[in-house]
Nanobody, 122 residues
Framework: QVQLVESGGGLVQAGGALSLSCAAS????????MGWFRQAPGKEREFVAA??????YYADSVKGRFTASRDNAKNTVYLQMNSLKPEDTAVYYCAARRGATWATAPHAYDYWGQGTQVTVSS
């Protein structure tokens, strides 16, 4: 069982930056693929980024602006979001997937955090 707790959301102006954190419980954290997703009102949950030991993978909409990283010693993953746009406004979730293969579909992830709100004003 893995428990995930996100933090770091908030309100920022367009062009600004925010950093999200996701603290995970569990002794096998380093073996999971960790994902970031977001869900805007009235829209489906969408993939943002994923990170595993060997690299990261990003949605085209955030590539070059967002950076995912992880600290296995602290059981924590991060999402640095730069050059934020109003369309980035959403609740952001971190998720954990057992195994080592990439996945962008929400149903492929086994554990979810409670989410943190990110609002970008124009």
């Amino acid at each position: 069982q893995v428990q995930l707790v996100e933090s770091g959301g908030g309100l920022v102006q367009a062009g600004g930056a925010l950093s999200l954190s996701c603290a995970a419980s569990g002794r096998t954290f380093s073996t999971y693929v960790m994902g970031w997703f977001r869900q805007a009102p009235g829209k489906e949950r969408e993939f943002v980024a994923a990170i595993r030991l060997s690299g990261t993978y990003y949605a085209d909409s955030v590539k070059g602006r967002f950076t995912a990283s992880r600290d296995n010693a602290k059981n924590t993953v991060y999402l640095q979001m730069n050059s934020l746009k109003p369309e980035d406004t959403a609740v952001y979730y971190c998720a954990a997937r057992r195994g080592a293969t990439w996945a962008t579909a929400p149903h492929a992830y086994d554990y979810w955090g409670q989410g943190t709100q990110v609002t970008v004003s124009s």
